[in-house]
């Protein structure tokens, strides 16, 4: 069983920066597949980012290349999302969720998810 908190999100203007943190509960961590994911009003939830258990592969939403960044920190259980630039479009509830698959864009892939932190970019 894997506990997800994330922290970090908030309001910020456009071409602002925001870091998003998922803490994990269990020993297991570093054997889970970690992913960000993100859900609009109205939508469904969007792959936005995942990490392999050791940091090796990472993978990303193409749109969001070089503005977002994923990295792990296993030592204490935790998940980043850098984001920068950020732009109006980005507003969403943010989840991080772990997975033992390696079909990463696919919310299918994870077993446990956090409940989530607002993000909202003003323009």
């Known amino acids: 069983q894997v506990q997800l908190v994330e922290s970090g999100g908030g309001l910020v203007q456009a071409g602002g920066s925001l870091r998003l943190s998922c803490a994990a509960s269990g020993r297991t961590f570093s054997t889970y597949a970690m992913g960000w994911f993100r859900q609009a009003p109205g939508k469904e939830r969007e792959f936005v980012a995942a990490?392999?258990?050791?940091?090796?592969?990472?993978y990303y939403l193409g749109s969001l290349k070089g503005r977002f960044t994923i990295s792990r920190d296993n030592d204490k259980n935790t998940v980043y999302l850098q984001m920068n630039s950020l732009k109006p479009e980005d507003t969403a509830v943010y989840y991080c969720?772990?997975?033992?698959?390696?079909?990463?864009?696919?919310?299918?892939?994870?077993?446990?998810w956090g409940q989530g932190t607002q993000v909202t970019v003003s323009s």
């Open positions: 990490i392999n258990w050791s940091g090796g592969n990472i």
């Open positions: 969720a772990a997975g033992i698959g390696a079909n990463y864009y696919n919310t299918r892939n994870y077993n446990y």
